[in-house]
Structure formats: structure tokens, C-alpha cells
Nanobody, 130 residues
Framework: WQVVESGGGLVQPGGSLRLSCAASEFYLDYYVIGWFRQAPGKEREEVSCMHSRDTSTYYLNSVKGRFTISRDNARKMTYLQMDNLKPEDTAVYYC????????????????????????WGQGTQVTVSE
């Protein structure tokens, strides 16, 4: 199973980008899909996640109100709409899927941890600069 990201690029502060994540297959109905990022010299951050059970979402505090995660099941696509981008959003962004999330009804923020995810894309670079 594969996921492939696209949509990164160079954008000025205040601009927008939409990242796309194409999955080769959603072979289970119960999963968590997430977007993560890593900037040079920094640790990986959990940017946003969505659970298939109820479409509940999680957002990193610094992106709340600016980023929106969404999905199109028919097209096997997940998106991250990023608005009002800031230079500190510059990073490589990764899409990932956790095919075996906990079934004990934990809130999505407890499930959006990179170590739980087992299928990762190759990443797409987002650069926010004048």
C-alpha cells in the first residue's frame, strides 16, 4: 500500500497551497490519516489528522484556523488546504496512514502520533518565503 503526496511548492507569506495525498487503496474502513511535517534541524510535528470512524479531526495549535484536512473517499484522496501560510510553515510535509488505530475510543488527538503510522509518503516540500 502506498501514499503519494503532491502540491508543495514556493509561496509568499499569506499565500495558500493545497497538498494532496493519493492512496493506492483504502482496504479497511477503520483508519487514521494524517499530515506531518519536518523542518531542517527540527523534530517531526503532527500537523493534522482525521479518523475514518467519525471524521473527527486534530490540528496542531499553530495551524488551527489556517489549515483544513479533508478527504474524498471515492477518489482515495486526502487533502490539506493551507491558507495564510507563514515562513515557519516551511518544511517537508508527509502524508501517512495508520491502518490499525486503537479501538478503545481514544480522542483523535491521542491517535495523531507519528509512531503509530505505518504507511508513509515520500514527502513534498513547502517553502514560504518572500
Amino acid at each position: 500500500w502506498q501514499v503519494v503526496e503532491s502540491g508543495g511548492g514556493l509561496v509568499q507569506p499569506g499565500g495558500s497551497l493545497r497538498l494532496s495525498c493519493a492512496a493506492s487503496e483504502f482496504y479497511l474502513d477503520y483508519y487514521v490519516i494524517g499530515w506531518f511535517r519536518q523542518a531542517p534541524g527540527k523534530e517531526r510535528e503532527e500537523v493534522s489528522c482525521m479518523h475514518s470512524r467519525d471524521t473527527s479531526t486534530y490540528y496542531l495549535n499553530s495551524v488551527k484556523g489556517r489549515f483544513t484536512i479533508s478527504r474524498d473517499n471515492a477518489r482515495k484522496m486526502t487533502y490539506l488546504q493551507m491558507d495564510n501560510l507563514k515562513p515557519e510553515d516551511t518544511a517537508v510535509y508527509y502524508c501517512a496512514i495508520d491502518w490499525t488505530p486503537s479501538r478503545d475510543k481514544k480522542p483523535i488527538q491521542d491517535l495523531c502520533k507519528g509512531e503509530f503510522f505505518d504507511t508513509w509518503g515520500q514527502g513534498t516540500q513547502v517553502t514560504v518565503s518572500e
